[in-house]
């Protein structure tokens, strides 16, 4: 139970970065497959050549990043579909990630890592301790979204979000904070990437295939919950969702499901959190577009028309 709470707040760090492409830019990224396993690959290679875990991990976050902007510069500069976009991006990110990790596997359990000191003292999965950490860590970097967020550009990037035809016709570059979006949202997918990797001791080629689907779970999941009425409340929510997505798995687990059916039950997570909603189980979750200066409408909308 404590080891599914660490890795679900691990992977809040990737949530945020969803939320940040999905809800605030409604823009549908497909790149973070790619970018997820390229922030793992570029920390193992360079952990296994000798070179500091934490320059590793950001490195990791800064592949990312890289991703993300490949992605917007062809959908802003090429005029590609958003879609399509980043489905090229992620599939040429196959290619590059065996070129990175030199194969398919990366060991890194007799490796030094960020997470060493923690698993030498036997505090992983034992204690609450590096929950804490963990929970800290995730909080700092909310806490930064959310600051962005109701900067000046942050306020641009939600209205490019909202409406960007009438953002970009009051002389805002729309283009610069798609990019800017796609480039930060993919380089905290990278960021968790390179602390899964980590985590669990190895980056495998094949360790982010499906996961914009546990990212929407994630999104989804939370903002149900908790709702996204304050921008402080939505990144939140996103994190927590994160939290119970791996708690459900991890239940799932116990009860002697199949593993290889982990994939089947994450769609069913995500198409339950979109339909209680409606039949008022859950709160409602408003889209962002329907947001205004972060706060919900007073009539909210369903979430169906905004997940696709």
């Not at 809040?12 to 970018?35: H, K």
């Not at 967020?149 to 283009?175: C, E, F, R, V, Y």
Request: proline letters at 3%; hydrophobic letters at 55%.
């Amino acid at each position: 139970m404590i080891g599914a709470v660490e890795l679900g707040l691990i992977y809040g760090v990737m949530a945020l970065g969803v939320y940040l492409t999905f809800r605030v830019l409604n823009f549908p990224d497909l790149t973070v497959d790619g970018s997820f396993t390229m922030g793992a690959a570029v920390a193992a290679a360079m952990i296994t050549s000798g070179q500091n875990p934490v320059l590793a991990t950001l490195a990791g976050g800064a592949a990312g990043l890289v991703a993300g902007l490949v992605t917007g510069l062809l959908h802003t500069k090429g005029r590609i579909d958003g879609l399509l976009a980043g489905i090229l991006t992620m599939i040429a990110l196959w290619s590059v990630n065996l070129r990175i990790m030199g194969g398919a596997n990366v060991p890194l359990l007799r490796e030094e890592t960020i997470v060493t000191p923690l698993r030498d003292a036997q505090l992983l999965g034992r204690t609450w301790v590096p929950v804490l950490i963990f929970f800290v860590g995730v909080f700092v970097l909310k806490l930064l979204v959310d600051w962005f967020l109701s900067t000046d550009l942050g306020l641009a990037i939600q209205a490019t979000g909202n409406n960007k035809q009438m953002i970009g016709s009051l002389g805002a570059n729309t283009d610069g904070t798609t990019i800017l979006t796609l480039a930060i949202s993919n380089g905290f997918v990278g960021l968790c990437g390179a602390l899964v990797a980590q985590y669990q001791g190895f980056a495998d080629i094949s360790m982010g295939i499906g996961l914009i689907l546990v990212g929407l779970a994630s999104v989804i999941l939370g903002q149900a919950v908790l709702g996204q009425r304050f921008i402080f409340l939505a990144s939140l929510a996103v994190v927590v969702g994160a939290v119970i997505y791996r708690i459900i798995i991890f239940a799932a687990l116990q009860v002697g499901l199949n593993p290889n059916d982990m994939k089947a039950i994450t769609a069913a997570l995500v198409v339950v959190a979109l339909l209680l909603p409606r039949w008022g189980v859950l709160k409602r979750v408003p889209s962002w577009r329907d947001m205004r200066g972060g706060r919900a409408p007073r009539r909210e909308q369903p979430a169906t028309a905004e997940v696709v």
